[in-house]
């Protein structure tokens, strides 16, 4: 059975969204790529904008799927998850087409933050906070844990997009765990 068409918009949307950026993609590029027409694209989303959205909003629930399975894997162990999380990180970065997060990406694209995309991008880093501030919190750290932990999520997915990917998981693990330890 032939995989529905807005599925395969997603997945040509994720596909090239993520390796050339979300400006440089067409709607016709996407159109293209899945052998469909205008009618059923605008069918299924309205503007490019509403696409954009969808393949974030894919993008979230999986990170958000795999963070929460590393989490829970760790048994609320902060110190664990945070190594769990470089290693994934590590294994992320050396993967062929890495390009960095694609939320930092949309954000660099889409500088107005009242635009529907850089809701979906704040959406979600006030996400990733949260759960590093909830990971922490049992340590009795400060909340603002949870900001620095994301700045070095920011810096090492930029690190690995540079071509530092061992750099970008090990200055990770080292600096969340110098936090953590205080």
Excluded at 119 to 146: N, Q, Y
């Amino acid at each position: 059975m032939t995989e529905p068409v807005r599925e395969r918009l997603l997945a040509a949307a994720d596909e090239l969204f993520y390796a050339y950026g979300l400006r440089a993609v067409s709607a016709d590029k996407i159109i293209d790529r899945v052998g469909t027409t205008k009618v059923t694209f605008y069918r299924h989303f309205r503007t490019k904008d509403d696409l954009v959205v969808a393949y974030l909003e894919r993008r979230a629930a999986a990170e958000r799927a795999g963070v929460e399975a590393v989490i829970a894997a760790a048994g609320g162990n902060a110190e664990a998850a945070l190594r769990m999380m470089s290693e994934g990180l590590g294994q992320m970065a050396c993967a062929p087409g890495f390009r960095g997060c694609p939320f930092i990406n949309a954000a660099a694209e889409y500088p107005d933050a009242e635009s529907p995309v850089r809701r979906i991008v704040d959406s979600h880093r006030a996400w990733w906070k949260k759960s590093f501030e909830d990971l922490v919190a049992p340590l009795g750290l400060p909340a603002h844990t949870g900001d620095d932990l994301m700045v070095l999520r920011d810096g090492a997915m930029v690190a690995g997009y540079l071509g530092e990917a061992d750099v970008a998981a090990g200055s990770f693990l080292r600096a969340g765990l110098a936090l953590l330890n205080g």
